[in-house]
C-alpha cells in the first residue's frame, strides 16, 4: 500500500465553551485537544489503518505528549516527529463567534514545530513514502517551506503523488514566503481539495466551472471541492461529480475538511472510484462535526461503514 506522509504543525487546541468575539476578557475554556490541520489528517488516515507518518516537532512538555499519544494509538509512524528537549509545543486558542465564524490565537511559529528540518528519521520516511499531502497552514515558515517542498519534489520525482488543502486562516496568509510557496505547491499538485473560495486562489477565472477548467489545464489531476453543510463536488477531466452532506448535529465544525480530505485522499490511492471515496470522505466530515475537539471526531473504517449503513 502507498505510504502517506503529511509535514507540519503539531498543536494543542484549547476551546472557549461560550461564544463570543476573541479573547479580550476571562473565558472558560476546554482543553487541551490534539491538534494541527496536518495531525488531523495524518490521524485521520491512521484510524483507516493505511500506513502513513507525519513529520513535525514538538517539545518534551505534556502538550507533545498529548499528541504523540493520540497519534501513535491511532496507528501513525511518529518517528519523525522530533521531540525538542526544553521545547514547547504549539498552541491554538479558539473561540466561535454568534455567527459560526471562528477567532483563533496562535503560537506556532515561536513553539517546537516553529522550525522543522529532516532529522534522519524524518528523510527515511520521505524516501519511503508515495504521496505527500500538503497543507497550506503548514507553510508558515521558512525551515518548514523548505522541509515540504524539498520532500515534496524529491517524492514526485519518484513518480509519487501530491494532494493539497490549502487551508487558509487570514490570521496566517501573511506569513514570510507563504504565498509564493503555495504556487510551488500547486504547481505539483495531483488532487486539490479546497474549501469554498479557496478554489479562486490559483486561477483567474470568477465562475466554478471556468476555475475548475484552468486549474485542469494546470496540470491538476482532480479537484474536490468541500462545501461545508452543504456537501462536497469531485471533479476531473471526464465531468463532476456532487453528493450532499450528511444530516448530522453540528457540535464542532473544526477538523471536519481534514478528516474529509484524509478519508478522500486515503481512498483514491486504495484505487477506489470517485463516488465511493466521496461517499466514504461525506461520511468522516459529518461524524467529524459531531464532536467537541478538532481530532475527536476522527473515524475508523467501522464506524464509517456502521454510520453508512444507518
Ligand atoms: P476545516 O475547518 O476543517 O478546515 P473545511 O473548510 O476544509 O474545514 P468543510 O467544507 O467545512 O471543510 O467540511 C468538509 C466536509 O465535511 C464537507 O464537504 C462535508 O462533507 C462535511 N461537513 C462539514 N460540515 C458538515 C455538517 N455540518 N454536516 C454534515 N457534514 C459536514
Ligand atoms: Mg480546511
Request: glycine letters at 10%; one cysteine or more.
Amino acid at each position: 500500500m502507498k505510504k502517506i506522509l503529511t509535514i507540519g504543525e503539531v498543536l494543542v487546541e484549547i476551546i472557549a465553551t461560550d461564544r463570543g468575539n476573541g479573547f479580550r476578557s476571562a473565558v472558560p475554556l476546554v482543553g487541551p485537544f490534539p491538534s494541527g490541520a496536518p495531525a488531523i489528517f495524518i490521524d485521520q488516515v491512521g484510524k483507516l489503518g493505511h500506513p502513513c507518518a507525519i513529520i513535525s516537532a514538538v517539545g518534551d512538555d505534556d502538550f507533545g505528549w498529548v499528541n504523540t499519544e493520540r497519534l501513535k494509538t491511532d496507528g501513525v509512524d511518529i518517528s519523525g516527529i522530533n521531540v525538542i528537549a526544553g521545547g514547547t509545543t504549539g498552541s491554538a486558542f479558539v473561540r466561535y463567534r454568534e455567527d459560526g465564524s471562528r477567532a483563533f490565537v496562535f503560537n506556532i511559529r515561536h513553539s517546537a514545530c516553529g522550525t522543522i528540518e529532516l532529522t534522519d528519521a524524518a528523510k527515511q520516511l520521505v524516501a519511503e513514502a508515495s504521496h505527500l499531502h500538503v497543507m497550506g497552514t503548514s507553510l508558515y515558515a521558512p525551515s518548514v517551506i523548505e522541509t515540504v517542498l524539498s520532500s515534496m519534489h524529491a517524492i514526485k520525482a519518484r513518480g509519487g503523488t501530491v494532494s493539497f488543502d490549502p487551508n487558509l486562516r487570514p490570521e496566517i496568509l501573511n506569513s514570510p514566503g507563504m504565498r509564493e510557496a503555495l504556487q510551488s505547491v500547486i504547481a505539483e499538485t495531483d488532487l486539490f481539495l479546497p474549501s469554498g473560495d479557496e478554489l479562486y486562489l490559483f486561477a483567474s477565472a470568477r465562475t466554478e466551472e471556468a476555475a475548475v477548467q484552468e486549474l485542469l489545464a494546470k496540470g491538476v489531476k482532480a479537484i474536490v471541492l468541500k462545501q461545508g453543510a452543504a456537501g462536497a463536488t469531485y471533479y476531473d477531466a471526464k465531468g463532476s461529480l456532487t453528493r450532499p452532506s450528511m444530516k448530522v448535529e453540528e457540535v464542532d465544525p473544526t477538523g471536519a475538511g481534514d478528516c474529509f480530505g484524509a478519508t478522500f485522499v486515503t481512498l483514491w490511492l486504495e484505487g477506489e472510484t470517485p463516488q465511493t471515496a466521496l461517499r466514504y470522505a461525506n461520511a468522516a466530515g459529518a461524524l467529524a462535526v459531531t464532536k467537541t475537539g478538532p481530532m475527536e471526531g476522527a473515524s475508523s473504517r467501522t464506524e464509517i461503514d456502521t454510520f453508512l449503513a444507518a
